[in-house]
Each structure stands twice: as C-alpha cells, then as structure tokens.
C-alpha cells in the first residue's frame, strides 16, 4: 500500500488524494503540516531533501516528489492518462503549464491570504499575483473554447492538475466570473463521487 | 520535420535542441526572440496563447508547447526516457523540479544579468534568487553524492532539463565552487558531441 505524506489543505497534496481516490486505490495517508515545519525535520528531509508535501512512500521505503510527477506515476496506463501519444504530451504541457505559469500566482494568492496575518508585507504581492493569475486562467479559457478536458478526451491527471488551485482561487482573492468555460469545467470535475473541493482555509483573511 | 521556434540564448529552448541532436532527429530551427517581444504577436500566440518559447510544431501545424513536455514527447520510446517506470517516475520529478524550485530562480537571475540593465530595479531581486537557487542546486548535489545521472542508470531527458541553466549558473552570479558533484556532472555532459554550452547572453552585466 502507498503512504502519502500530505497536508490536507494544499492543492498540490489534493492532486494526490483525487487520483488515488478515483483510481480506487488504498492508500494511508499522514498528514504533514509544512506551515507548522513538519517538513523540514530530520526525518522528513531524509524522505524529501527538497522539503515540500506531497510525496508517497512505497512498502520498500523508496519515495516519489513532486504532486504532477505522481499523478503522472499513478495515472501511467489508466483511463486518466490518454493512451495517444500526442495527447499525452499535450497532458504533460498542461501539468508543467500549471506548475510555472498557473500554481505560483494562483496557490501562492491563497497561500498569503490564508496563512499570513492580515499585516503581513506579503500582502503587497498579491495585485500582481492576481494579474498573472487572470492571464494563466485565460489561457484555460481560451482552451475550454475548443476542448471539454485538458488532457485528450476524457478527464485526465491535467484536469486534477488544473482543478486542485482553480476551484479554490477565490480563497486568494482570484475570481472566475469572467470566466465561463471555466465554471462549467469546474461543475463537470464536481459532478463526480470521487471529487471533492477543499476546505477554505481555517486563517482565511482575505485582502481586497 | 520538426519545426522549432526557440530563442537559443534560451535554456528552455536549449533542451530542445539538445534532445534533438541526442536522439539525430532533423528539424528547422526559427528564431524567436522573446525579449524583442517576438512570442507576442498574433501570429505567434495563435500558435501558444501562452506566449513563451520554446514551441514545436509538426507538419500538421499541430503545435506542443512547454520545453520539459517537448523533451517527454521527444524521449518517449528512446534511451533518454527510462524503461522502469519507477525511474521513469523520478525522472517525472527531476523535470518538475526544475520548472518549479529551480529554472525560477536559477533562470530568472541570468535573465536580470543578462538583459536587464545595470541600474534595473529588478537587480534587488538578485539576493534572493541566488539564495534559493543555491539550495536548489543543494538538492542536486546531495543527489549526485549517491547517483551518477539523475533520471535512471543513463543520461535521460532529466539531465537535459537540469543541465540547461545549471551550466550556465553563473551568468547569473550564482557559483558552483561549493558543489563538487554538479561540476563534475556537468563535465559528462559537456563530454558528449551532442551537448553544447550557450553562449553567454549579449548584454551580461553581473551584479554582485
């Protein structure tokens, strides 16, 4: 069975846990708090020396980084990874379109409005992370104009890439209203059992 | 053939070029320039709405964008991806790696040094760059302590990607004397016909 060291509250970890979820797989799951430095101890640093949530664990104790490159492990030969080849790569461009241009604006304006104090200089990030947002969701848009998914033809480990901060980004601030493709994508991934939104927050001080 | 909008003082597009050389594959080679605004035009981002090189495009005129999926289409079925799926895993996580804790801050101080002027405000940004780049590379380091190649047994996909702004580090101000194991990495690299270093960028001016 797959240990999966998580925290529950992050997009990145919430990847993992609707892949394993959809896929039906068993999986225990220990959750790791990296705002409170669970992720820099001795003995997590050993597990991940680049000390970010989430990884897995395998019965022999080798570990995998990096939420996309899981998805990508856990989805290879599944209905979530397309078995085209040129789609597949098209799947890939979306996973590392989400971690450059998407997850660092998107995830990083809920991460200042939902864990640093209401005063914290951080804040003064945000008008510019929120532009670069509104540009990384307009590409989505702009997709979803064409396409119902973002991998091939069905739902594919580049929508749970893509769900896990988009369905949320009005925790940092980020609105979707002028986005429509996106909200009805949005309703089709929620439509299914195994997907769930995440929890706001517990510290959310949202800042105008 | 392949066709291959790149700018070639551009790491990301050096990976490109440098999977296709490996692997002997013929292409044409159009020279986009992105800091002359060249991947803003119309023409261009009907090609990729998201404005960045490097891009590939088939005969077909269908179009792959996102250099670490470039080099995941181009490595598929060859020596630089892994067979084993578990070391295809890692490599996975080499690649996201680089576009997320390390081409940002590896990548991003070059680009200050190399084509920004002296007196540019982004030059304050430079002390933190080169701070997480350094523990990016740290990373890299600890890793190469046990390991020859980071993807598998072999030269992948994965070294290409992180080979491509390491080895020019220190356009950027960042040095490499405090990692042993990096340098002699990128000497198996460079000892390869096929692997070439960019030329620094026109315009460097280090800032210490």
Chains 1, 2 share one sequence.
Request: with cysteine; proline share 7%; aromatic share 10%.
């Amino acid at each position: 069975m797959i240990t999966v060291y998580g925290m529950s509250s992050s997009g990145n970890c919430h990847k993992v846990r609707m892949a394993l979820e959809l896929l039906d797989r068993p999986y225990a799951w220990i959750e790791t708090d990296s705002a409170a430095g669970q992720t820099r101890t001795p003995d997590f640093l050993a597990r991940n020396p680049n000390g970010r949530v989430p990884i897995i664990e395998r019965e022999d104790g080798s570990v995998l980084a990096e939420s996309n490159a899981i998805l990508c492990w856990l989805g290879e030969g599944t209905t979530l990874m397309p078995a085209d080849a040129w789609e597949r790569a098209q799947t890939m461009a979306w996973l590392f379109f989400e971690q450059y241009s998407h997850e660092p604006y998107v995830a990083v304006a809920r991460f200042i409005c939902g864990w640093t104090p209401a005063d914290s200089p951080r804040r003064a990030e945000l008008p510019r992370l929120r532009e670069r947002a509104g540009e990384a969701l307009a590409v989505m848009e702009r997709h979803l104009q064409s396409y119902d998914w973002f991998g091939g033809q069905g739902l594919s480990i580049a929508d749970l890439a893509l769900f896990a901060y988009t369905h949320c980004a009005d925790d940092g601030g980020i609105s979707l209203a002028a986005f429509p493709q996106l909200r009805a994508w949005l309703q089709r991934m929620l439509a299914l059992p195994q997907i769930e939104a995440m929890p706001s927050p517990p510290g959310l001080v949202a800042t105008a």
